[in-house]
């Protein structure tokens, strides 16, 4: 049987399945080929039946969130991408202190847009990633000096072998530079408590304009991109020596090492997604020949060779 029929016979809900699903409409690259199914899940038991399913019929199973740090092969995705669409966000406010429970399926932007109209502070960091709560988790997001481990009280997810929920503490996490527990396995992120406080609507409103407008200074927002490309390194800022390298506004195809930020890779307009490996490959290469330096990338490159 093939995905489709053995979709057909399950309770998923079938208006939330695509086939043959061009995946540059799903990741802010704008590239990669079609996922052979993709699916948008809201429900916890349609989450743990897919799980069954895939182990069952032995189907890949990618899962996604905002895809905004994602890079999709030209060939794009064998098997079923699972879109994770939860959403809730649930405030619990003790004094100065504020709980709140987000969806892995939220938008960034939007909880903290959220929470500026109801003056609670802590998450403004957050308000230009273009990603989700789960993926953030996922990796550590961060910006302006604080990372979603400095907020992140517990997470609940699905364990993949099991299919069973469990709910950890942040320091079980083992939160690190653009990375988590989750980083090195398949376990789906639900949901997750986040500790705030209260705040003064004028101040995390002035620095939601100040992170907005440095964002839009200092980082190549016009095209589409997955964000800061390469990590930063232990001892060096990746940006500054991929620029000493000369190779700020180089290309490969469509592919551009942004001209404002060279720690950013871009999408000039027409780019595929072999272009964008091809000047990631060529970057980190000269970066080493030139100062023996190894750069490593931030995102996450998936599909079929």
Do not use: W
């Not at 704008?30 to 182990?55: D, V, W």
């Not at 892995?104 to 609670?120: F, T, V």
């Not at 072998?161 to 090195?184: H, L, M, P, T, V």
């Not at 001209?259 to 000039?268: S, Y």
């Amino acid at each position: 049987m093939n995905i489709k029929e053995i979709l057909e016979k399950t309770n998923i809900s079938k208006e939330n399945i695509k086939y043959e699903v061009p995946m540059k409409d799903y990741t802010s690259f704008k590239t990669g080929g079609n996922a052979e199914c993709l699916i948008r899940m809201q429900e916890i038991k349609e989450i743990q039946e897919l799980l069954e399913i895939s182990e069952k019929h032995k189907i890949p199973l990618t899962i996604i969130g905002n895809g905004s740090n994602i890079l999709i092969k030209d060939k794009g995705i064998k098997g079923i991408v699972l879109k994770i669409d939860i959403k809730k966000a649930e405030i619990e406010i003790e004094g100065e202190k504020v709980i709140l429970t987000v969806g892995s399926g939220n938008k960034l932007g939007e909880i903290a847009q959220k929470l500026l109209k109801q003056d609670i502070s802590g998450f403004e960091f957050a308000s230009g990633i273009p990603g989700t709560i789960g993926g953030a988790i996922r990796m550590n997001a961060g910006a302006h000096g604080t990372e979603m481990k400095d907020i992140v009280k517990t997470i609940t997810y699905i364990n993949k072998n099991d299919r069973k929920i469990y709910k950890i503490e942040n320091g079980q996490a083992k939160f690190e530079y653009r990375k988590s527990i989750f980083s090195n396995n398949e376990n789906i992120i639900l949901e997750a408590e986040i500790e705030l406080k209260k705040g003064s609507r004028e101040e995390i409103q002035e620095k939601m304009q100040e992170y907005s407008k440095y964002r839009k200074e200092k980082q190549p927002i016009e095209y589409p991109s997955a964000g800061s490309t390469f990590k930063r390194g232990k001892d060096f800022i990746t940006a500054k020596i991929i620029d000493e390298c000369g190779l700020k506004g180089y290309k490969i195809g469509g592919a551009q090492i942004s001209e404002k930020h060279a720690g950013f890779i871009v999408n000039t307009g027409n780019a595929t997604s072999k272009d964008i490996i091809e000047l990631i490959e060529y970057t980190k290469r000269e970066v080493y020949n030139k100062l023996n330096k190894k750069i490593e990338i931030e995102i996450e490159i998936i599909g079929e060779e």
